[in-house]
């Protein structure tokens, strides 16, 4: 499930290779169990009217921005507390804590709750979870299926409704913005900006699947609504030059910061088939071939020469790295005479170690060079900028 978002942004300045930086809301339905559970204290009577006031006790920890002026519980639970990450996430300790709890960070989070319950029971499993006999049970009842700090608290009930509101804070750590390569040329789609997001669902031993926080609240998202974001210096630096020839390898999203620089060649004239060369990977042409048309009207136009890797079309499996290999003359002939400049953007997992090895053998089979030689070739590319990647998992 991959969606091209496009929003309206009069104001954000960007160029090809940046990143919009966006952060994202919890779902709702965590926001409200989350209120049901705290509903349970009759004492505090926390709601989502609740104002907060956050006040800045030691000068190394100043009051982060989001919360410096008095919100409601019910926003700090929306945008700001990450109901979504696991509560073994080793991220949920504070720094001042991190040298004490060095061993055992996960624990932290069990450690803290164990202190609020009323339930002797609750309290023994709380404490079960922070001793060293304990690490493989919370590991496979918190890490493994991916539990998240809403079910592990609807699993403590007679807990949950006791965490005193300052505590909340201790818990449930702040939620991270995300970053997009950004899909849209700036010339292209004067005051917009776009983004290519994949919807992250998956499944673990638990029944309710898995969803990514931010690829899901995006995918929510209706016309009309609006977001927080901001643009940030990608790690492509794309050559300034329009006659550098350029080798783009971005399958599945990552072929989003090349929309970018694609359209804005095409929209100032310059964009052209014998300087820009993208290798694109999805599963199936006509299923998760990301901007279909437009690529193919460019490749139509003379502006760009596209080579697809389509891995499931056919019974062998056919990756980018495969396309490349197909095409090794071309790629050493770009490379060896005309300084071509080579960019990989995509998942991290295999591809970036795959596309290196058909790199290597092209240098290996057309540059006559040992495999030694070859590595170190691609490691000097690397280094002069001629060889650049940003890959996320
Ligand atoms: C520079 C940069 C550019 C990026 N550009 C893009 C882009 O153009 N498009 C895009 O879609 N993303 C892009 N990303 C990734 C993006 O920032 C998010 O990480 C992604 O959208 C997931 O965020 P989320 O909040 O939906 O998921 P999260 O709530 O952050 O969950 C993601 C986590 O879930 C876990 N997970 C995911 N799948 C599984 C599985 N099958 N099994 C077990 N665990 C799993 C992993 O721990 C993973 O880290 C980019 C990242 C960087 C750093």
Redesign the pocket.
Known sequence: D?RLIEFSAPDLNYSPGD?LMVR?HNLESNVVALFTMLADNVTTSLGPDTIITVTEREPDMPVPRALIQPITLGQCAQQYWDL??RGDDKTDIPVRFEMFLQATPHRYFFHLLSHFTTSELEREKLLEFTTAEGQEELYNYCHRP?RTVIEVLQDFSQTTPHIPLEYMFELFRPIKP????I?SSPTAHNKEVH??????K?Q?KLIVP???????WLAALKPGDTIQAWVRG??FHFPISQNVPMIMIGPG?GV?PFRSFVQERAAQGSARSDLLCLFFGCRNSAGDFHCRDEWLFLEKDEKLRLFCAFSRDQENKVYVQHMMKDNASLLWELVSTQQAQIFLAGNSKDMPKGVKGALEETFQNYGNMTQGEAQQFLERLERTGHFQS?T??
């Open positions: 991959v990143v994202p979504n990450v991916r995300r970053a997009f390569s899909a983004i290519l997001v994949a919807v992250v998956y673990t898995r969803y990514g926080l931010c690829s899901n990608g790690s999203t989003a940003e996320w998992s």
